[in-house]
């Protein structure tokens, strides 16, 4: 076993170690040891995972780093961990903010610091195990496995009404996975067996959960079957990404959850949505994805706007910022049911740039909370005076999360919109517009903190970020400005594993030559 | 004659160890609870291994005492798993019986006896041998039920049990009668037989009818699970958790040999009999438990809802059903017990116990069950990596086979529903402080804690590796003469 088939199991078990490091070999009063072993681990996670970055072929092997064990070889469950490019970049982005967000709650947290740590590291795990899972039942097995420690950093360290957000946070996304594992059943037979009780002939092969394998016989599923599947894996993922109008949960849990929590929900959590339509849905079910776009496309445009505009009401920051996510995903969404190459590397490359600047917003707003207590935008203002490089820092990463040119979100949305305005032109005049109302809404909440005279008297006194406050934010600047500089080496890798998926879900686009691509009339897309 | 009582070996240890322990409890002194409770515990041990002598000289497809009884793999996992729950119930009773200051002499022998009933109960092939055990089973739990004379909810739970469970075994044996008198047999396989040939009479029709009513009966679903709260909240906890997983596997085995090995004919009439009442339990197991506010009218509730899921892999009437089934009592088994075995270390710590709100900040103070209960409550609500997620996955997978999926949507929605109730237990735990929770001068009771701890681990093995123990019941289906 060489270091490159172990290298995904190392990854997704190191935050796990130090989690039972800390439980058992911690005291809880050993507050300060327990910081350091949760940072020591979440560190060195994010450096092994660096070599995936370079090691990674993107011309190679759809999936690579594979590592196979038996697992339950009765119903023909695998343990089967691999990653194409896509998974790269998330398991990436997964285990830096999972090592931002260990860091950066140093002082934010003060009580029960033992499970606060073991719990992120714990949830560290279950989503990295979600990324590497080619195996429908491993897969599952991580999805849920998220949720129990989400549920206990929102209800213990989350806020005034945390006890009511964990629990519409467990039980809101848990209602969309069990219909998910119905669907993920429901495929399973038909490859194997079939339903005979209700006249559904199955493929009669081999039973088996693994992702890869089930691939081959996506064009063999009847219409009608890919329809309900695609309906079952679509309540999971659209509660999860959250689609509108399945978002209700996310405010309630971003709000109360601790920064920490937020960052981690915004950044990766949310992503668990958007990538399991990319792996599942789009390649399983080609024929109901294509007949869902229309559809799909309308729910992302609403959740684009509507998110927007209902973030611009807020009078909280956090919320604001919440609601920002609901339309910033919106554009993830919008892009992948463009169903070509330009939408569906937008997406995902959207889906890394929201976390670094949704993730970098939260722990901002964390920071100026932990110094007033209050998120509410009105008790704020002319914090440039008192705080300019916090105001210099959030700046930055207000206008990453505009898609201002040179930062990142430019990059993601752009190409976005490319893809979209290939389908229809209608598309992208509603998503475009969705960027103009995230700049008013934005800018609006900057200036009315930052900017004019100090209101507040408490505020005049506010200490300016620390060093390690800095540190937190430093790497998450660097990664926006990369990206807006020069995007090549992200798209590289990328585009061979979405054009595999293209070239599953609609082979016919990557057939037609750009130039006869015709213009459609808007608001009936082509398919 | 020798291969016969060979067969019926367990239950002749077993027996004849009840009647033992119930003369020793007349002549012990003040030791008489480490005494009683190390004896049947032994007695216990003594009936596994000799289970495992019968097993190994008996043939799997042998008929004994005429055809009424068989060692079959089935039996035999159904026998080591009733072993296995009475132990546990044992272990959980040696303190709680101290503190409350009752005899152990005749509780422990009564367990015995039930625990005899039930493993006749997994072995019967006549309609007569089954009906025997289940009234041995039932006449012992009906007594151990009320065994806290003291108590008058005790009382009031042995009533209950005792006039509803007997309305139950006579609409039983009506339906037996009744399909005696079609058939002219009680044999399970000429049973089949009869009722396979050409078009069963109404009269057949109606017995079948009649038997599924006291089987559902004794696996408390609904319709027919009204004695359930009152009987559980009222038992002595550890009864409790014994009546929560033993006599409802036996009645789970019972129910799959009877309905598949002999009902199997009337499959088409069955099929939604069972549907329905598997489709109320689950709604009705579930939303009703949401507003318990005592935890063990909550688990009785959970329990209700459980032996929905689990008809649906006798609905599935498929290998895969049987065993998914089997499995899941497996499952469930360890996870109840060690449910009810936090219960019980609550009430003999000196905490009420029985409120939800006695959980408050548990977590705090004692790390290690509250971690184990969570484990409880996590494998209940279904959630991996527990025993329960795997448990449902091979019931839902069962049953989607078999084409009911729009009854697996109903059971997978209502699991997610159940989640909130078994989550109201974990928010007490970790997400109270525990300020108003009242802790009485601690007891120690190391035994229960090693029963969680078992269970726990049990719970997390099971859910991370369930190879093994998928493969003790790939075996066990061959011997029910399926379809």
């Given at each position: 076993?060489?270091?490159?088939?172990n290298?995904?199991?190392?990854?997704?078990?190191?935050?796990l170690?130090?989690?039972?490091v800390?439980i058992?070999?911690?005291?809880?009063?050993?507050?300060?040891?327990?910081?350091?072993v949760?940072?020591?681990f979440?560190?060195?996670?994010?450096?092994?995972?660096?070599?995936?970055?370079?090691?990674?072929?993107p011309n190679?092997p759809?999936?690579?780093?594979?590592?196979?064990?038996?697992?339950?070889?009765?119903?023909?469950?695998?343990?089967i961990?691999g990653?194409?490019?896509?998974?790269?970049?998330l398991?990436?982005?997964?285990?830096?903010?999972g090592f931002i967000?260990i860091?950066?709650?140093?002082t934010?947290?003060?009580?029960?610091?033992?499970e606060y740590?073991?719990?992120?590291?714990?949830?560290?795990?279950s989503?990295?195990g979600?990324?590497?899972?080619?195996?429908?039942?491993?897969?599952?097995v991580?999805?849920?496995?998220?949720?129990v420690?989400?549920?206990f950093?929102?209800?213990?360290?989350?806020?005034?009404r945390?006890?009511?957000?964990a629990?519409?946070?467990?039980?809101?996304?848990?209602?969309?996975?069990?219909?998910?594992?119905?669907?993920?059943?429901?495929?399973?037979?038909?490859?194997?067996?079939?339903?005979?009780?209700?006249?559904?002939?199955?493929?009669?092969n081999?039973?088996?959960?693994?992702?890869t394998?089930?691939?081959?016989?996506?064009?063999?599923?009847?219409?009608?079957?890919?329809?309900?599947?695609f309906?079952?894996?679509?309540v999971?993922?659209?509660i999860?990404?959250?689609m509108?109008p399945?978002h209700?949960?996310?405010?309630?849990?971003?709000?109360e959850?601790?920064?920490?929590?937020?960052?981690?929900?915004?950044g990766?959590?949310?992503?668990?949505?958007?990538?399991?339509?990319?792996?599942?849905?789009?390649?399983?079910?080609?024929?109901a994805?294509?007949?869902?776009?229309?559809?799909?496309?309308?729910?992302?445009?609403?959740?684009?706007?509507?998110?927007?505009?209902?973030?611009?009401?807020?009078k909280?920051?956090?919320?604001?910022?919440?609601?920002?996510?609901?339309?910033h995903?919106g554009?993830?969404?919008l892009g992948?049911f463009?169903?070509?190459?330009h939408?569906?590397?937008?997406?995902?490359?959207?889906?890394?740039?929201?976390?670094?600047?949704?993730?970098?917003?939260?722990?901002?707003v964390?920071i100026?909370?932990?110094?007033?207590?209050?998120?509410?935008?009105?008790e704020?203002?002319g914090?440039?005076?008192?705080?300019?490089?916090?105001?210099?820092?959030?700046m930055?990463?207000?206008m990453?999360?505009?898609?201002?040119?040179?930062?990142?979100?430019?990059?993601?949305?752009?190409?976005?919109?490319?893809?979209?305005?290939?389908r229809?032109?209608?598309w992208a005049?509603?998503g475009?517009?969705?960027?103009?109302?995230?700049?008013?809404?934005?800018?609006w909440?900057?200036?009315?903190?930052?900017f004019?005279e100090?209101?507040?008297?408490?505020n005049?006194?506010l200490?300016?970020?620390?060093?390690?406050?800095?540190?937190?934010l430093?790497?998450l600047?660097?990664?926006?400005?990369w990206?807006g500089?020069y995007p090549?080496?992200?798209f590289?890798?990328?585009?061979?594993?979405v054009?595999?998926?293209?070239e599953v879900v609609?082979?016919?686009?990557?057939d037609?030559p750009?130039?006869?691509?015709?213009?459609?009339?808007?608001?009936?897309?082509?398919? | 004659?020798h291969?016969?009582?060979?067969?019926?070996?367990?239950?002749?240890?077993?027996?004849l160890?009840?009647?033992?322990?119930?003369?020793?409890?007349l002549g012990?002194?003040r030791?008489q609870h480490?005494?009683l409770?190390?004896?049947a515990v032994?007695?216990l041990?003594?009936t596994?291994?000799?289970?495992?002598?019968?097993?190994?000289?008996?043939?799997?497809?042998?008929r004994?005492?005429?055809?009424?009884?068989?060692?079959?793999?089935?039996?035999?996992?159904?026998?080591?798993?009733f072993?296995?729950?009475?132990?546990?119930a044992?272990?959980?009773?040696l303190?709680?019986?101290?503190?409350n200051?009752?005899?152990?002499?005749?509780?422990?022998?009564?367990?015995?006896?039930?625990?005899?009933?039930?493993?006749?109960?997994?072995?019967?092939?006549n309609?007569?041998?089954?009906?025997?055990?289940?009234?041995?089973m039932?006449?012992?739990?009906?007594?151990?039920?009320?065994?806290?004379?003291?108590?008058?909810?005790s009382?009031?739970?042995a009533?209950?049990y005792?006039?509803?469970?007997?309305?139950s075994?006579?609409?039983?044996?009506?339906?037996l009668s009744?399909?005696?008198?079609?058939?002219?047999?009680?044999?399970?396989?000429?049973?089949?037989?009869?009722?396979?040939?050409?078009?069963p009479?109404?009269t057949?029709?109606?017995?079948?009818?009649?038997?599924?009513?006291?089987?559902?009966?004794?696996?408390?679903?609904?319709?027919?699970?009204?004695?359930?709260?009152?009987?559980?909240?009222?038992?002595?906890t550890?009864?409790t958790?014994?009546?929560?997983?033993?006599?409802?596997a036996?009645?789970?085995?019972?129910?799959?040999?009877?309905?598949?090995?002999?009902?199997?004919?009337?499959g088409?009439?069955?099929?939604?009999?069972i549907?329905?009442?598997?489709?109320?339990?689950?709604?009705?197991?579930?939303?009703?438990?949401?507003t318990?506010d005592?935890v063990?009218?909550?688990?009785?509730y959970?329990?209700?809802a459980?032996?929905?899921?689990?008809?649906?892999?006798?609905?599935?009437q498929?290998?895969?059903?049987?065993?998914?089934?089997?499995?899941?009592?497996?499952?469930?088994?360890?996870?109840?017990?060690?449910a009810f075995?936090?219960?019980?270390?609550?009430e003999?710590r000196?905490?009420?116990g029985e409120?939800?709100?006695?959980?408050?900040?548990?977590?705090?103070?004692?790390?290690?069950?509250?971690?184990g209960?969570l484990?409880?409550?996590?494998?209940l609500?279904?959630?991996?990596?527990?025993?329960?997620?795997?448990?449902k996955?091979?019931l839902?997978a069962?049953?989607?086979?078999?084409g009911?999926?729009?009854?697996?949507?109903l059971?997978?929605?209502?699991?997610?529903?159940?989640?909130?109730?078994?989550f109201r237990?974990?928010?007490?735990?970790?997400?109270?402080?525990?300020?108003?929770?009242?802790?009485?001068?601690?007891v120690?009771?190391?035994?229960?804690?090693?029963v969680?701890?078992?269970?726990a681990?049990?719970?997390l093995?099971?859910?991370?590796a369930?190879?093994?123990?998928?493969?003790?019941?790939?075996?066990?289906?061959?011997?029910?003469?399926?379809?």
């Amino acid at each position: 076993m060489g270091f490159a088939t172990n290298l995904l199991n190392i990854i997704c078990y190191l935050p796990l170690l130090g989690a039972l490091v800390i439980i058992f070999g911690l005291r809880s009063t050993q507050t300060k040891m327990i910081k350091a072993v949760a940072t020591i681990f979440a560190g060195i996670d994010f450096l092994v995972s660096v070599p995936l970055w370079f090691l990674y072929k993107p011309n190679g092997p759809a999936f690579q780093f594979t590592y196979v064990h038996d697992w339950i070889p009765s119903v023909g469950s695998k343990y089967i961990f691999g990653v194409d490019g896509i998974s790269v970049l998330l398991i990436l982005l997964t285990t830096l903010l999972g090592f931002i967000s260990i860091y950066s709650s140093f002082t934010a947290i003060t009580h029960r610091e033992k499970e606060y740590y073991a719990f992120l590291l714990v949830l560290q795990t279950s989503m990295l195990g979600v990324f590497m899972s080619l195996d429908f039942i491993l897969f599952y097995v991580f999805w849920e496995v998220m949720l129990v420690p989400m549920y206990f950093l929102i209800g213990v360290w989350g806020g005034p009404r945390k006890l009511y957000a964990a629990i519409k946070f467990f039980l809101y996304t848990l209602v969309g996975s069990v219909l998910m594992l119905v669907g993920i059943l429901a495929l399973y037979f038909y490859n194997s067996t079939g339903l005979k009780a209700i006249g559904l002939v199955g493929l009669g092969n081999p039973a088996t959960f693994d992702v890869t394998e089930l691939y081959n016989i996506a064009p063999h599923i009847p219409a009608g079957l890919q329809f309900w599947i695609f309906l079952a894996f679509f309540v999971g993922f659209a509660i999860k990404v959250p689609m509108f109008p399945f978002h209700t949960w996310l405010p309630d849990a971003h709000v109360e959850a601790p920064t920490a929590g937020s960052v981690i929900l915004a950044g990766v959590l949310l992503k668990m949505g958007t990538y399991g339509f990319i792996r599942l849905s789009l390649p399983l079910l080609p024929d109901a994805t294509r007949k869902a776009v229309p559809w799909m496309v309308a729910l992302a445009l609403v959740g684009i706007i509507y998110g927007a505009l209902v973030a611009m009401a807020q009078k909280d920051v956090k919320k604001l910022v919440a609601y920002s996510s609901v339309s910033h995903l919106g554009f993830c969404m919008l892009g992948m049911f463009a169903l070509n190459p330009h939408g569906l590397s937008g997406s995902v490359l959207q889906m890394i740039n929201h976390g670094l600047s949704t993730g970098g917003l939260f722990l901002l707003v964390g920071i100026i909370y932990e110094r007033r207590h209050t998120r509410m935008i009105s008790e704020y203002g002319g914090l440039a005076k008192v705080m300019p490089i916090y105001a210099m820092l959030f700046m930055i990463i207000t206008m990453a999360s505009i898609g201002l040119p040179t930062l990142n979100g430019f990059i993601g949305e752009f190409t976005i919109l490319i893809g979209a305005f290939a389908r229809s032109t209608l598309w992208a005049v509603l998503g475009a517009s969705g960027i103009v109302l995230s700049a008013s809404y934005m800018l609006w909440m900057y200036q009315r903190m930052f900017f004019g005279e100090i209101t507040v008297e408490a505020n005049k006194t506010l200490k300016d970020v620390s060093k390690r406050e800095q540190w937190t934010l430093i790497p998450l600047i660097i990664l926006c400005f990369w990206i807006g500089l020069y995007p090549k080496p992200f798209f590289r890798i990328i585009e061979p594993s979405v054009k595999r998926i293209v070239e599953v879900v609609d082979p016919s686009y990557l057939d037609r030559p750009v130039a006869q691509v015709p213009a459609p009339v808007p608001g009936t897309p082509e398919r | 004659m020798h291969a016969d009582l060979m067969a019926l070996l367990p239950e002749i240890v077993l027996a004849l160890c009840g009647m033992v322990l119930l003369l020793l409890g007349l002549g012990t002194g003040r030791r008489q609870h480490a005494v009683l409770g190390a004896a049947a515990v032994a007695s216990l041990a003594v009936t596994a291994l000799a289970l495992v002598l019968a097993a190994g000289a008996t043939e799997a497809s042998g008929r004994f005492f005429s055809g009424m009884f068989c060692l079959d793999h089935f039996a035999i996992f159904f026998k080591a798993l009733f072993l296995l729950a009475a132990t546990l119930a044992v272990l959980l009773s040696l303190h709680y019986l101290k503190d409350n200051d009752y005899r152990p002499g005749e509780y422990h022998a009564l367990v015995l006896f039930a625990t005899t009933g039930m493993m006749v109960m997994a072995s019967g092939l006549n309609l007569a041998t089954i009906y025997v055990g289940l009234e041995l089973m039932a006449m012992s739990t009906y007594v151990l039920a009320g065994y806290f004379r003291r108590e008058v909810k005790s009382h009031e739970a042995a009533a209950k049990y005792l006039i509803l469970g007997a309305l139950s075994s006579g609409i039983l044996l009506y339906g037996l009668s009744l399909l005696y008198g079609a058939t002219g047999t009680l044999d399970l396989a000429a049973l089949a037989r009869s009722l396979h040939e050409g078009k069963p009479a109404a009269t057949a029709v109606l017995g079948m009818a009649l038997v599924a009513c006291g089987f559902l009966f004794k696996v408390s679903a609904v319709p027919f699970h009204v004695w359930t709260p009152d009987v559980y909240e009222g038992a002595p906890t550890p009864i409790t958790a014994f009546l929560s997983v033993g006599p409802k596997a036996a009645a789970f085995a019972m129910f799959l040999r009877v309905f598949l090995g002999g009902f199997w004919p009337l499959g088409e009439q069955w099929q939604w009999l069972i549907g329905g009442a598997a489709a109320l339990t689950v709604v009705w197991g579930n939303i009703a438990a949401l507003t318990q506010d005592n935890v063990k009218r909550m688990l009785a509730y959970s329990s209700i809802a459980h032996a929905g899921y689990a008809l649906l892999g006798l609905l599935a009437q498929s290998p895969a059903g049987v065993r998914s089934v089997l499995f899941y009592m497996l499952v469930y088994t360890v996870t109840n017990l060690g449910a009810f075995a936090f219960v019980v270390l609550l009430e003999s710590r000196g905490y009420a116990g029985e409120t939800i709100q006695d959980y408050a900040g548990l977590a705090g103070k004692h790390p290690v069950a509250a971690f184990g209960m969570l484990v409880f409550m996590l494998s209940l609500g279904g959630i991996p990596p527990t025993a329960g997620f795997m448990g449902k996955l091979y019931l839902f997978a069962a049953a989607v086979q078999a084409g009911y999926v729009w009854l697996v949507v109903l059971a997978v929605l209502m699991s997610a529903v159940s989640l909130y109730y078994y989550f109201r237990i974990v928010l007490q735990m970790y997400l109270r402080d525990g300020a108003d929770a009242q802790p009485a001068a601690l007891v120690a009771a190391p035994w229960v804690e090693r029963v969680i701890w078992i269970c726990a681990i049990a719970v997390l093995v099971i859910g991370l590796a369930p190879s093994p123990f998928l493969s003790a019941v790939r075996t066990t289906v061959t011997l029910l003469s399926l379809p």
